[in-house]
């Protein structure tokens, strides 16, 4: 059983009748066994399998920790690389399945943002404005939220992931993790064609191709998507073009990119729970009739790189302009008993401005020393305006009114501007010709000027500035090298980071009364290994973490009203082990498995139905799974048939602060087969295929609620190459 009880049977609803009755498929223990068989398979079969595999993933360069494009195996930190090889190789579409087979990553899709969104997990963390989500060198979502929801994943050339802090060339943005996703270049790339359409209608159309590889080179990319859900009101609509050209001007390269999103999404609704059991069933969506998260993206990014005597000089800019349009509901906390109205919706209109300013230069200063530094800025400027209304959710299956059909309870705008100033060094020293350290600080100093507004509240102008150092130091030593042997090499790598984050801004329609919280801070600690062998058939990436996160929101009351400070703490410490292992050429293992301890340390806070503050200390944080494990298998040969397994265990979890509600581990499994010749493939995918529907993120707008896992989908694909 895996906790989560059947719905309630309230006398108005004649729905509430599906029950949530789920079996786990895994016990706990069994995911380090899958692990440990893996490398006793691989130890017993290296003598019979011939590679010609020039190295391990560990060997893969990276350029999201520093600017030195050093392999992963060199770099104190816990790094991993998908290529897009490997996206297509598995039939991956989004985020969950790009990054399912990386250890302790867990991708909860939908959310408050949309059946386009995703919430990922890592290290622990489950808050979105504390990840970092780059896009071709530029911070998406810029000075306040990263953009998940629009996102995708078409001609992408690779995707690196930081697991916490990288506070040096980032900042604050930058705060307990980093995914980097990077295109193929002006130029460079395949040419493909694809079609896609699979389970309840959904239809996915896209076109990577070189337009010119010259003096002049030019790639376009162009795509739509129908994404459609078991909830028959739940959908997105996406058409996403991305223009990029590069040349050569005054010794150096000029790049340009035009990259524009239109997304019309169709919300679904979380699901209402009293302790672990489901107060409603899968897939009933309490939004309005007109629910919709429309959101529009144009960005204009230009950078010039060029050599310096012994360094290369970069400078980049970049101009992102988004407006997103939103209606959208959730239910009280005390819908069943309520007759009238039950339930509280907004229209909002929210535009943000965003520019991204950067200038670098690394250069080597000695023999073994290679140094980065430079500055950066980042400047958001949001306007919103949002009207709050109280709605009927009918029970009988017909949707509720739209939203412009109810009266007008209270009427809010919200206008902030922030600004992000840092100037920063990164140094690489080669002390021996075993052992690197990496060095960072970074001076940040950050302002925001914040007016509120509400019918009820009035006006309020708030203004906050800090100035403050971050940093981070590493240590690598290669502890074994042989490339005769079986264990090919072996490096132990430490380090230490300490930064801090603004508070986040809430893009929900409450008013933002009330001083600007004090910045949240982070200090971590990691130690790991890493070690490849069996001439780079074989790696394994190990990482024990510790982090402690303070100043975290808590919810009080100050002069009879309700109020948000700063004063929380939680802790976070664990470890994550992952290996890969290549059988034969084009056959590839991988199996991961992570566990960590995420607690509240002094946390206390009012919670909804809870008299008074509440002290949470010592209890877990609620949705982060205690274990997560994995396991896949990639077939890739050039021709022939192809195919690809990936299941993912998420471990128990709690579903409220308390610890009261806990519910067990589930299973989710992928799989992906089919047939290539030289310029066709097709493919058949199917994902979560056990068609779980495991509650794995809260809402933030929806008290008590908790999105669910996606249901079941079948995908077929036609690819082409074009020549």
């Not at 079969?45 to 920790?65: C, E, I």
């Not at 009035?458 to 800090?466: I, K, L, S, V």
């Not at 992570?594 to 806070?605: C, E, I, L, V």
């Not at 509440?614 to 494990?629: D, F, H, M």
């Amino acid at each position: 059983m895996n906790g989560v009880s059947e719905p309630h049977q309230y006398p108005c609803s004649k729905l509430l009748h599906r029950g949530l009755l789920h079996q786990d498929l895994l016990v706990t223990w069994r995911a380090p066994m899958v692990l440990l068989a893996l490398l006793v398979l691989g130890a017993e079969a290296r003598a019979d399998a011939a590679s010609t595999q020039a190295g391990s993933r560990l060997d893969a360069v990276q350029v999201t920790a520093n600017r030195f494009a050093d392999p992963i195996q060199e770099v104190p930190n816990s790094i991993s690389v998908v290529t897009g090889e490997d996206l297509q190789a598995r039939g991956v579409r989004d985020l969950a399945g790009a990054l399912a087979q990386l250890a302790g990553i867990t991708i909860s899709p939908g959310g408050d943002a949309g059946s386009a969104g995703s919430s990922p997990g890592l290290l622990g963390r489950r808050e979105t404005d504390d990840f970092l989500l780059v896009i071709d060198g530029v911070p998406a979502g810029g000075a306040f939220t990263p953009q998940f929801s629009t996102l995708n994943l078409h001609s992408v050339e690779r995707i690196e992931v930081i697991r916490g802090t990288a506070p040096v060339y980032y900042g604050t943005t930058a705060f307990a993790g980093t995914i980097n996703v990077v295109h193929y270049a002006a130029g460079r790339g395949p040419a493909v064609a694809s079609v896609t359409v699979g389970s309840f209608g959904t239809v996915d159309v896209a076109m990577n191709g070189v337009l010119s590889d010259g003096t002049i080179r030019q790639s376009l990319s162009i795509d739509g998507t129908q994404d459609q859900r078991a909830d028959p009101r739940a959908s997105f609509r996406r058409v996403h073009a991305l223009y990029r050209a590069a040349t050569q001007i005054a010794d150096g390269d000029v790049r340009l990119d035009l990259d524009l999103t239109d997304l019309h999404d169709k919300p679904a609704s979380p699901t209402p729970f009293s302790g672990t059991t489901a107060l409603l069933p899968n897939d009933f969506n309490q939004n309005p009739a007109n629910g919709h998260i429309n959101t529009q993206v144009s960005k204009l990014t230009a950078a010039y790189d060029r050599a310096l005597g012994a360094g290369q000089w970069t400078a980049l800019l970049s101009l992102t302009h988004t407006h997103t349009d939103t209606t959208q509901g959730f239910l009280d906390s005390g819908f069943g008993s309520e007759t009238g109205t039950n339930a509280a919706g907004y229209d909002q209109g929210r535009s943000i401005d965003d520019l991204f300013f950067d200038t670098h230069v690394t250069q080597g200063l000695a023999k073994g020393l290679d140094i980065t530094y430079g500055l950066n800025i980042l400047d958001g400027e949001l306007t919103q305006a949002s009207r709050q209304f109280n709605y009927l959710v009918p029970f009988d299956g017909t949707a509720a009114l739209p939203g412009n059909t109810w009266a007008t309870t209270d009427n809010t705008t919200l206008g902030d501007h922030r600004t992000f100033y840092g100037a920063y060094a990164q140094s690489r020293w080669k002390v021996t010709q075993d052992v690197n350290l990496l060095a960072g600080l970074r001076w940040n100093h950050t302002v925001e000027k914040r007016d509120g507004y509400g019918d009820q509240e009035g006006f309020d102008h708030e203004e906050a500035r800090t100035s403050r150092l971050s940093g981070s130091l590493g240590a690598n030593w290669w502890v074994w090298k042989d490339a005769s042997g079986d264990l090919d090499d072996l490096s132990l790598y430490a380090n230490v980071g300490n930064t801090f984050q603004p508070p986040q801004v809430d893009f929900g329609p409450d008013a933002q009364i009330g001083a600007i919280l004090k910045p949240e801070f982070l200090q971590s600690a990691e130690v790991g290994a890493k070690a490849d062998g069996l001439d780079g058939r074989l790696d394994l990436d190990l990482s024990i973490f510790f982090i402690r996160f303070n100043n975290r929101p808590l919810n009080t009351t100050i002069n009879n009203q309700p109020a948000v400070v700063a004063g929380g703490m939680e802790r976070f410490k664990g470890f994550e082990l992952e290996g890969h292992y290549t059988l034969v050429d084009d056959l590839r293992l991988v199996a991961s498995y992570a566990q960590n301890s995420a607690s509240y340390g002094d946390f206390q806070t009012q919670l909804d139905g809870a008299a008074g503050v509440v002290q949470l200390s010592g209890n877990r944080i609620e949705y982060v799974p205690t274990k997560v494990a994995g396991f896949g298998v990639t077939f890739t040969p050039k021709t022939g048939w192809q195919g690809a397994f990936n299941a993912q265990y998420v471990g128990p979890r709690f579903l409220d602060p308390q610890g009261q509600a806990s519910v067990g581990g589930f299973m989710s499994l992928g799989v992906q087969g089919g047939y290539r010749w030289r310029d066709w493939s097709v493919q058949v995918s199917g994902e979560n295929l056990g068609d779980r529907r495991d509650p794995v993120l809260a809402s933030e707008l929806g008290a008590g609620q908790a999105y669910r896992m996606n249901g079941r989908r079948l995908l077929a694909t036609l690819i082409a190459q074009i020549h």
